[in-house]
């Protein structure tokens, strides 16, 4: 059986420890061979494959990034977009079946060419741990490792001029990134998008902390809604998934703070070094574990589904248990790290 990968969408820590796992299982337990999609959907579409390998996939575990590319196509756009003509290019090249690497745009495609009548699995990927068919997603970890280690630095140059300080950190439409590394790093104020508060509220917990002589540090997330606002703040236009490209609310949130308070306040965007760099241990080990177990499940025929996280167990779920629901923050566990506000 010869099967292609692919990564889509955004990258994130971890993406080269499902490969490894994947080739690496295959290879050696099943006879399976492999070959691998440059760029995610655009190469799966313009047959841009390469022999993937065990020599390939060596030592990647601890590597950042994906070999293999990555891009925001829609597999169903352009002229050779659709699944009739991209299973006549996985034929031509005598490609059995993929696993699809990502997160909910990625999925929701490979959703669509299962229904198409094509061999897809999935492996849920995103920093932001928004899909509600698996406990945590890797990358996830990580990416709360690096926001709480920027929050820290942030905190000692808060002390030093007594300022407040603004970390907007990723997560789209919920509020993972920001709660656990909010709390991780003793922040004053966690905005999350599940939680709308008003100036007012953020204010008072701003001052509160001033007032005991600390210097404030607020956690924002990119989808985080001002009450009133309809939706989260975006000026950078739309992803190849007609959904907005969040960010910029640190911006908005820091002039009003500092007008109310009177505090010298600074914001600071942690964009992108969240997806960057080595993956954690948690993500390397969860990581090579969906790719051994992705390898499984397509030996035994279980084309249509993905593999997910469920206590410490992997197992097997269909594709629209992960799609239309967001795995948003339940109201307790923002309670639990509200009682440390202020």
């Given at each position: 059986?010869?099967?292609?990968?692919?990564?889509?969408?955004?990258?994130?820590?971890?993406?080269?420890?499902?490969?490894?796992?994947?080739?690496?299982?295959?290879?050696?337990?099943?006879?399976?061979?492999?070959?691998?999609?440059?760029?995610?959907?655009?190469?799966?579409?313009?047959?841009?494959?390469?022999?993937?390998?065990?020599?390939?996939?060596?030592?990647?575990?601890?590597?950042?990034?994906?070999?293999?590319?990555?891009?925001?196509?829609?597999?169903?756009?352009?002229?050779?977009?659709?699944?009739?003509?991209?299973?006549?290019?996985?034929?031509?090249?005598?490609?059995?079946?993929?696993?699809?690497?990502?997160?909910?745009?990625?999925?929701?495609?490979?959703?669509?060419?299962?229904?198409?009548?094509?061999?897809?699995?999935?492996?849920p990927k995103t920093i932001d741990n928004d899909l509600r068919?698996?406990?945590?997603?890797?990358?996830?970890?990580?990416?709360?490792?690096?926001?709480?280690?920027?929050?820290?630095?942030?905190?000692?140059?808060?002390?030093?001029?007594?300022?407040?300080?603004?970390?907007?950190?990723?997560?789209?439409?919920?509020?993972?990134?920001?709660?656990?590394?909010?709390?991780?790093?003793?922040?004053?104020?966690?905005?999350?998008?599940?939680?709308?508060?008003?100036?007012?509220?953020?204010?008072?917990?701003?001052?509160?902390?001033?007032?005991?002589?600390?210097?404030?540090?607020?956690?924002?997330?990119?989808?985080?809604?001002?009450?009133?606002?309809?939706?989260?703040?975006?000026?950078?236009?739309?992803?190849?998934?007609?959904?907005?490209?969040?960010?910029?609310?640190?911006?908005?949130?820091?002039?009003?703070?500092?007008?109310?308070?009177?505090?010298?306040?600074?914001?600071?965007?942690?964009?992108?070094?969240?997806?960057?760099?080595?993956?954690?241990?948690?993500?390397?080990?969860?990581?090579?574990?969906?790719?051994?177990?992705?390898?499984?499940?397509?030996?035994?025929?279980?084309?249509?589904?993905?593999?997910?996280?469920?206590?410490?167990?992997?197992?097997?779920?269909?594709?629209?248990?992960?799609?239309?629901?967001?795995?948003?923050?339940?109201?307790?566990?923002?309670?639990?790290?509200?009682?440390?506000?202020?």
């Amino acid at each position: 059986m010869r099967i292609g990968i692919l990564t889509s969408g955004g990258d994130c820590p971890g993406l080269n420890a499902v490969i490894r796992g994947a080739v690496l299982k295959g290879t050696t337990a099943y006879d399976l061979e492999f070959v691998g999609i440059r760029d995610g959907w655009r190469g799966a579409l313009d047959g841009d494959f390469f022999p993937l390998t065990r020599h390939q996939v060596k030592g990647l575990s601890k590597v950042g990034g994906t070999i293999l590319g990555t891009s925001r196509t829609n597999p169903y756009e352009g002229p050779r977009g659709g699944a009739e003509n991209l299973g006549r290019t996985l034929a031509q090249h005598d490609i059995d079946g993929m696993i699809v690497i990502g997160g909910e745009g990625t999925l929701a495609g490979a959703n669509r060419l299962r229904a198409d009548g094509l061999n897809v699995l999935g492996v849920p990927k995103t920093i932001d741990n928004d899909l509600r068919a698996t406990d945590y997603s890797f990358g996830f970890d990580t990416a709360v490792n690096i926001a709480t280690e920027a929050m820290d630095r942030l905190r000692t140059t808060g002390d030093s001029h007594r300022r407040c300080m603004v970390a907007e950190v990723m997560g789209r439409n919920v509020g993972w990134i920001a709660l656990h590394a909010g709390m991780a790093a003793g922040a004053h104020a966690i905005l999350i998008p599940e939680v709308p508060m008003s100036m007012d509220e953020i204010v008072a917990l701003v001052e509160s902390a001033h007032d005991r002589g600390r210097a404030p540090l607020v956690v924002v997330s990119e989808g985080f809604t001002l009450t009133g606002m309809e939706t989260a703040y975006s000026d950078k236009g739309l992803d190849a998934f007609n959904r907005p490209r969040l960010g910029g609310i640190g911006e908005v949130l820091a002039p009003q703070i500092e007008a109310r308070t009177g505090i010298e306040t600074r914001s600071t965007v942690l964009g992108h070094i969240q997806r960057g760099g080595s993956p954690s241990g948690f993500d390397r080990v969860l990581a090579t574990r969906l790719g051994l177990a992705a390898v499984d499940a397509i030996v035994e025929g279980h084309w249509g589904q993905m593999v997910a996280l469920r206590g410490t167990d992997i197992v097997r779920v269909p594709f629209a248990d992960a799609l239309g629901e967001l795995n948003t923050v339940p109201r307790h566990r923002y309670d639990e790290a509200a009682a440390l506000f202020g």
